[in-house]
C-alpha cells in the first residue's frame, strides 16, 4: 500500500493521528535514549528509597519523551531476606 501526506482535509476527507506524523521519522530516528542531551536519562541514588531520573531526550516507538529536570522516584522497601533488582523503563502506553 502506498501512503502520502500530508494536505490538507478537504469536507473532512483527510485524517491524521499521532502515529502518522511520528512514522514518517522512520529511518532517520532510532528507537533509544539520547546519549548527548542533558544526563542521557541516568539514574543516580535519592536520598532513602528512591532513585532520581537525571534530564534528556528518547524516541520509543513513535513517540518523544523528554525529562528537563531531576525526576524523584519512590522505591517501595525491600524484602529484608530476598535480593532484587529494581529497573527504571520507558513505557509507551497509547491507551
Aim: charged share 20%; aromatic share 10%; proline share 2%.
Amino acid at each position: 500500500m502506498i501512503k502520502y501526506g500530508f494536505y490538507n482535509s478537504v469536507s473532512g476527507d483527510r485524517t491524521y493521528d499521532a502515529v502518522d506524523m511520528s512514522k514518517m521519522f522512520d529511518g532517520i530516528i532510532t528507537d533509544g535514549v539520547y546519549q548527548l542531551i542533558g544526563n542521557a536519562l541516568a539514574t543516580i541514588n535519592g536520598a532513602g528509597m528512591s532513585v532520581i531520573v537525571r534530564d534528556g531526550k528518547a524516541w520509543f516507538n513513535h513517540t518523544w519523551t523528554i525529562n528537563d529536570s531531576d525526576l524523584t522516584l519512590t522505591v517501595p522497601n525491600s524484602d529484608l531476606l530476598l535480593p532484587r533488582i529494581d529497573s527504571v523503563v520507558l513505557e509507551v502506553n497509547a491507551s
